[in-house]
């Protein structure tokens, strides 16, 4: 029994009308759609049609696909595509290390002190917690020979200094200089650091600092007797700590890269900064 050769179907003499492409392109996700454009004119021309990118546009970049642009929608796509991915890309590492830095403060003279006291710290010998995140604490015991004393009622107005200065003194970046408040554990200071960069001297870069004295002992000091006997509590400063908060979106203390790629602006020449 003889058989007919079987004859091979030949597509190029029936091609997918622009219908039957276009019924496939609306099922198709924008990489599947900007691939299959490349197989031929025909598909190129069906799978790049304005009326199938418009519907991703509007659902992807809703504020790009409403300016009515000039160009594509496919074109739109493509550039609103393009800015999430540089958005995902990772920051480039600081320039400035840990290393560079020193953590000064100065506590101004009061009732409780008679003159002031002032630290001046390499950032790399201090604790940080929580890991990575930039906040560094300072063991006073480490730095002063004698006990620090606050007194919450007598020292009300004071005023803490602290700046982070680069090795060698090149370059001095002030934190902040201001009053503080308090609470049953600890005496904080914070303030709105500035922008970073010239085109946004005037605005706000989202950071907050903080330097927070943390009470360790309460001591009772007597003086008088009699009658006139008054007892008179006083707070043993055990830690002075910084930080730098996120407060735009964490309300957690920044990392520690991203304190340092802030403060390279400041410490560093504009050319290396930059």
Known sequence: MSTAPSKRFNHSKFPFSWEVLNLIALKCDPKTLATASCVSKTWSSSMSADHLWKSLCTTHFPSLSNLYPSIS???????????????RQPPPQPR??????????????????QSPVTILK???ELENYPEGRFRFDVDISEVVSEKL??????????KISCSIVMRGFESVFRVLDRKGKTSRREWWFTEELPSAGCCFSNGASGLLAEITLVFGETIVIVTGSGNEKKERKKKVVEKVRIGVMNVVSTWRYASVDDTLR???????PTNVAG
């Open 122 to 124: 390499p950032f790399n």
């Open 73 to 87: 929608y496919r074109r739109i796509y493509a550039l609103g595509h393009a800015s999430v991915n540089r958005r």
């Open 96 to 113: 400035l290390s840990i290393h560079d830095l020193l953590f000064a403060v100065t506590i101004p003279p009061g009732k409780s002190r």
């Open 262 to 268: 802030y403060l390279q602006h400041f410490l560093l």
């Open 149 to 158: 004393v606050v007194d919450e009622e007598e020292d009300d107005d004071m």
